[in-house]
């Protein structure tokens, strides 16, 4: 699958996108784009050989119909979603493979309401347009639900992290220590990554052992205030993602036996 960097670079070109609406209603031939589009033929083929890199669109060689040369021509390769929520306080970009799934093994993860088109097509291989109109608006309809709540979700999840980081302020004096407990928070509970820790903060290998050490601690206290009781445990205890380095993480030879 195309990587989500090079997703949004082919994706941020009006005229890419252009050529993409015309491809996901039926493979089209560069001339034809160039046509509809109002493009050269050149830059066509250009960004159609970028979309090609890309994994984005295929093309194949088919039979002129008017007997000349054979004419290339170029189809929607992949099938995939991006998500990108930004605001303060808040920054989550990814990109998700749709299923590729039968309707009828879709129908488990659907919601219920939209249940009744899977099993309407069934292993049917076309429908008229009629009945398809039906079942895109019941579709739209649910999508349009979801994204609503998924919107009020993103808004109480950046209500929380705006708490969060006025709590960071607070409690952390300097910015190392606020920006890892950022990536802290942002890792969404996933045990911590101190090489990918190293990779995106200015800070030595031992001096990052060691601030990670104080702000665990800190962590610590500040949970078992919070709970009103306090943990007790010897120090290799697999205590909270935060504090676990996994098995592959080694701390820097500090010179002792």
């Known amino acids: 699958m195309t990587d989500l960097d090079k997703a949004l670079h082919l994706l941020q070109n009006k ?3 252009q050529i993409l609406e015309r491809l996901i209603r039926e493979p089209h031939y560069p001339m034809q784009l160039a046509e509809l589009i109002g493009v050269s ?6 960004h159609l050989k970028e979309l090609e890199r890309g994994q984005m669109v295929s093309k194949s060689i088919v ?6 040369p054979p004419k290339t021509i170029y189809a929607v390769e992949q099938a995939f979603s991006i998500h990108i929520d930004l605001g303060p306080d808040l920054f989550r970009c990814e990109q998700r493979r ?3 799934a039968s ?10 309401r939209t249940r009744a088109v899977a099993d309407a097509l069934g292993g049917r291989r076309k429908i008229a347009v009629g009945e398809g109109l039906e079942h895109l608006r019941t579709l739209a309809e649910a999508l349009d639900e979801l994204d609503a709540q998924r919107d009020a979700i993103i808004s109480l999840h950046q209500h929380v992290r705006q708490r969060v ?7 952390f004096e300097h910015y190392e220590e606020r920006s890892i407990i950022q990536s802290i928070v942002e890792s969404n509970g996933a045990q911590l990554d101190l090489n990918a820790l190293l990779k995106h903060h200015e800070v030595g290998e031992r001096e990052l052992y060691e601030l990670v050490d104080t702000l665990s601690a800190q962590l610590e206290r500040q949970l078992a ?4 009781h306090i943990v007790a445990a010897p120090l290799n205890t697999d205590l909270r993602y935060f504090l676990g380095l996994g098995t592959n993480d080694a701390r820097p030879n500090d010179g002792g036996a």
């Open 15 to 17: 005229v890419r996108r």
């Open 41 to 46: 033929q050149p830059a066509i083929v250009k």
């Open 63 to 68: 039979p002129s119909e008017k007997g000349g």
């Open 98 to 100: 749709l299923p590729a």
């Open 103 to 112: 309707p009828i093994r879709l129908a488990s993860k659907l919601p219920e």
């Open 165 to 171: 980081s006025a709590g960071v302020e607070a409690d």
């Open 225 to 228: 205030k919070r709970a009103g």
